[in-house]
């Protein structure tokens, strides 16, 4: 590969990134954070911190958001298909709700001591209002026309 085709490569991409809504890129970064997080904590972090932070935020923190790096990706860079890809993420988010609505309903059960069987009234915060809040958001106005941009005939 030439510099002349990398540069323009570069510049593609740069253009894709730049033209994309700001709500859309820090979904992107966030997913990324926790998922790179959570992934760090299961390899690194020793087992009680772990012990820990599973009444909160469920068995595996990034869950849904590690699904859907790759379709907030394809958000940015495919054109054609935008109104499509984000009902993938949005579908990945209401698997998350499901999941936290299931786990809310299953709590004051028996435990038996074991921190991965016990479930903290603060978990529907990671489960059910954060994915509820990227649903929200990713559906703004802003994302809507952005969605709707790669039919118009003068869009990328």
């Not at 790179?36 to 299961?42: E, N, W």
């Not at 709590?107 to 990671?126: A, D, K, R």
């Not at 990713?138 to 118009?152: F, I």
């Amino acid at each position: 590969m030439n510099a002349h085709s990398e540069a323009g490569l570069l510049r593609r991409i740069r253009e894709a990134v730049v033209a994309a809504p700001q709500v859309l890129l820090a979904y992107i970064i966030f997913a990324v954070v926790v998922t790179f997080t959570d992934f760090g904590l299961h390899l690194l972090a020793p087992e009680s911190l772990q012990a820990r932070l599973v009444p909160y935020t469920g068995w595996i923190a990034s869950m849904c958001y590690a699904f859907t790096i790759f379709i907030a990706f394809m958000l940015v860079f495919q054109h054609k298909v935008r109104r499509f890809v984000r009902l993938g993420i949005s579908f990945q988010l209401l698997l998350q709700i499901a999941y936290g609505v299931h786990k809310i309903l299953q709590m004051g059960g028996e435990t038996f001591g074991n921190p991965y069987l016990t479930i903290s009234p603060w978990q529907c915060v990671w489960t059910i209002v954060l994915p509820s809040f990227w649903i929200i958001v990713l559906h703004s106005p802003r994302m809507n026309r952005y969605c709707r941009q790669a039919n118009e005939p003068n869009a990328a």
